[in-house]
């Protein structure tokens, strides 16, 4: 087993600022609205679950908070070149929080596996895709006012957002092995 890469701060903060970037060029992709919900389909939400199991739980998460920033105080980096506040308050909005939820907890799960492998990886991704849901579903039903309609309208995403989660596990798969050691492992170090 290879030795753990030491990580100076100025290489964090890099990684964190090219995964922040890599979550808006996700965003050049455009939306595709199905349904009344008001939430586009978008492969930018690939990003955040991607900087979770690359990154790792800290790296990821704030990866996933500076594009946030950077979309709020209004440069247009969500699908559809949306920024500002409005998409924070509109009905993607929890989605959007989520995303934070998202990349912290594909990035613990892996970060503290003992085996990093592809299923590992893709329960990751699959848990921090659950993540997201848990805070964005409830959060449309509060802007529907109807949970239940919230629940049944997204469900239209789930289709593509597992094809996601599977095109994600297999990219940090494949980073993974060709690059070991990147990753902070938590379990392996305390």
Same mark, same amino acid.
């Given at each position: 087993?290879?030795?753990?890469?030491?990580? +100076?701060?100025?290489?964090?903060?890099?990684?964190? $600022?090219?995964?922040?970037?890599? %979550?808006?060029?996700?965003?050049?992709?455009?939306?595709?609205?199905?349904?009344?919900?008001?939430?586009? $389909?978008?492969? /930018?939400?690939? *990003?955040? !679950?991607?900087?979770?199991?690359?990154?790792? @739980?800290?790296?990821?998460?704030?990866?996933?908070? +500076?594009? &946030?920033?950077?979309?709020? %105080?209004?440069?247009? +980096? &969500?699908?559809?070149?949306?920024?500002?506040? @409005?998409?924070?308050?509109?009905? =993607?909005?929890?989605?959007?929080?989520?995303?934070?939820? =998202?990349?912290?907890v594909?990035?613990?799960?892996?970060?503290?596996?003992?085996?990093?492998?592809?299923?590992?990886? *893709?329960?990751?991704?699959?848990?921090?895709? &659950?993540?997201?849901? !848990?805070?964005? %579903?409830p959060?449309?039903?509060?802007? !529907?006012?109807?949970?239940?309609?919230?629940a $049944? /309208?997204? &469900?239209?995403?789930?289709?593509?957002? +597992?094809?996601?989660?599977?095109?994600?596990?297999?990219?940090?798969?494949?980073?993974?092995?060709?690059?070991?050691?990147t990753?902070?492992?938590?379990?392996?170090?305390?």
């Amino acid at each position: 087993m290879p030795a753990p890469r030491v990580s +100076l701060p100025a290489a964090d903060l890099a990684r964190v $600022v090219v995964f922040a970037a890599f %979550i808006a060029v996700l965003g050049i992709f455009p939306g595709i609205y199905f349904g009344a919900s008001g939430v586009p $389909v978008v492969i /930018q939400n690939a *990003g955040p !679950l991607l900087a979770g199991v690359l990154l790792g @739980a800290r790296r990821g998460t704030a990866a996933v908070l +500076l594009f &946030l920033a950077l979309t709020a %105080i209004g440069l247009p +980096l &969500l699908s559809g070149g949306r920024g500002g506040l @409005a998409p924070f308050v509109g009905p =993607s909005g929890g989605f959007l929080f989520g995303w934070i939820l =998202s990349a912290l907890v594909a990035g613990l799960i892996v970060s503290r596996a003992p085996k990093l492998n592809l299923p590992v990886i *893709g329960f990751a991704t699959l848990a921090g895709l &659950l993540a997201d849901y !848990l805070i964005g %579903i409830p959060f449309l039903g509060a802007y !529907l006012s109807d949970l239940g309609a919230a629940a $049944v /309208q997204s &469900l239209v995403f789930v289709p593509g957002d +597992l094809g996601k989660v599977a095109a994600t596990a297999i990219i940090a798969a494949v980073v993974h092995r060709a690059l070991p050691g990147t990753l902070p492992r938590t379990a392996r170090t305390e």
